[in-house]
């Protein structure tokens, strides 16, 4: 299936409850694996507004990630510190490395990136800097404080 991007949608939506939301405000996505139906794994192109983070710092337990720049300048931040990546750079996150990473623009200028990743069900993602914690379930995730309780209903 050949995928044209302007005919997928786009969505700045967040599964981060209030006081996370804040940190992906000015992140696109399109989805396009699932528009052109994969099952088993993810392809998301996804735009950076300057000041704007892919996600909370993470990692999963049972998911592979891998992001390759296309356009614009950003950093990843991992547990070894911080690194810039440039149009053709890529990195990969292991399934089950405890390395909290996340990507953020600090440039001026709007960054895209493809992100990939697989759909491995009863994934946990960890957020070491937040209390926060997601299980996925069933093709969705349930996001709670890590002592296992939920935000009730604060991100009206």
Do not use: C
Not at 85 to 110: Q, Y
Not at 116 to 143: Q, R
Request: proline share 6%; glycine share 10%.
């Amino acid at each position: 299936m050949i995928i044209h991007p302007e005919d997928v949608p786009e969505y700045t939506t967040t599964v981060y409850p209030e006081p996370f939301k804040n940190v992906v405000a000015g992140r696109i996505k399109q989805r396009l694996g699932s528009f052109a139906g994969l099952k088993n794994f993810g392809v998301n192109l996804t735009k950076l507004a300057p000041g704007s983070a892919s996600a909370l710092r993470h990692w999963h337990s049972s998911q592979d990630e891998f992001i390759y720049v296309l356009t614009g300048e950003i950093t990843l931040i991992t547990d070894e510190g911080e690194q810039i990546l440039t149009p053709g750079m890529a990195a990969a996150f292991p399934a089950g490395e405890a390395n909290g990473h996340h990507l953020v623009n600090r440039s001026g200028a709007v960054a895209t990136y493809l992100e990939i990743g697989d759909k491995t069900p009863g994934d946990i993602a960890t957020y070491p800097d937040d209390d926060l914690m997601a299980i996925e379930n069933s093709g969705s995730w349930v996001l709670t404080r890590k002592n296992g309780q939920p935000y009730a209903n604060e991100s009206k």
